[in-house]
């Protein structure tokens, strides 16, 4: 079945370094894809999405990259800081009724300092 | 401010206590989550309301039993529980569902519940 899944389930790097969080989907008709943040007491939180069109997106100091061909995704988050550390999520949404969700596993960030 | 609250938020119960959980959401939207976080596993979606109407129930046991009186509102009531059924319950809200758009869904702070 359609599944969404994160390679690593954790990652440490040294506060003022670039992170990377990748994810692997295998649903290829997933048309938008949704990055979460959850930090420790409080419910996931909107970062970035991209659309299966698009290979790139860039937000405030995150970007997505998109590759459709092996069905991956990735969050880079620049000069990361301690508010940073957190669990990170990918999501997907197939095309079809009801638009819903499906998570990966998460990946939790540490920020060293 | 999320704009989602949820209470309480811990809950410690019996396998045979009877307990609701409560989700407001104060941004106008038109539909609501439920969605079960476990430890090391992926957000399980639960159940979707759009307009106060249930549109998805993804195989939930019926020990879980939702109800939506008004779009601002939804409860999930509890009964006969299990251990497994500890969780992180979070709830959702979204402009609305359906195929022609995605909407953004903002979560709530989830209620940790424990069932002994």
């Known amino acids: 079945g359609e599944s969404v899944g994160l390679h690593l389930p954790t990652l440490s790097v040294q506060e003022g370094d670039n992170s990377i969080i990748n994810c692997a989907y295998s649903?290829?008709?997933?048309?938008?894809f949704i990055w979460y943040k959850q930090e420790s007491g409080k419910g996931p939180q909107f970062i970035i999405d991209?659309?299966?069109?698009?290979d790139k997106r860039q937000g405030q100091r995150v970007t997505v990259l998109l590759n459709k061909t092996v069905k991956h995704l990735s969050l880079q988050i620049a000069a990361t800081q301690p508010g940073d550390s957190a669990v990170y999520f990918c999501?997907?949404?197939?095309?079809?009724?009801?638009?819903?969700?499906?998570f990966g596993s998460g990946t939790q960030l540490t920020v060293l300092p | 401010e999320t704009g989602v609250t949820q209470t309480p938020r811990h809950l410690v119960m019996g396998m045979t206590n009877k307990k609701s959980l409560k989700c407001e959401q104060h941004?106008?939207?038109?539909?609501m989550y439920w969605y079960k976080q476990s430890a090391k596993k992926p957000l399980e979606l639960m159940f979707v309301?759009?307009?106060?109407?249930?549109?998805e129930n993804n195989s939930v046991p019926s020990r879980f039993s939702p109800e939506c009186p008004n779009s601002s509102h939804l409860f999930l009531h509890l009964h006969t529980l299990q251990p497994e059924d500890s969780a992180l319950y979070l709830c959702?809200?979204?402009?609305?569902?359906?195929?022609?758009?995605?909407?953004?869904?903002?979560f709530g702070p989830g209620t940790r519940l424990t069932v002994l």
């Open positions: 309301y759009s307009l106060e109407e249930r549109v």
């Open positions: 991209i659309r299966s069109n698009m």
């Open positions: 999501a997907e949404i197939s095309s079809g009724s009801a638009r819903q969700l499906t």
């Open positions: 941004l106008g939207h038109n539909a």
């Open positions: 649903n290829s008709a997933s048309d938008y």
């Open positions: 959702a809200s979204s402009q609305d569902t359906g195929p022609s758009s995605y909407n953004e869904q903002f």
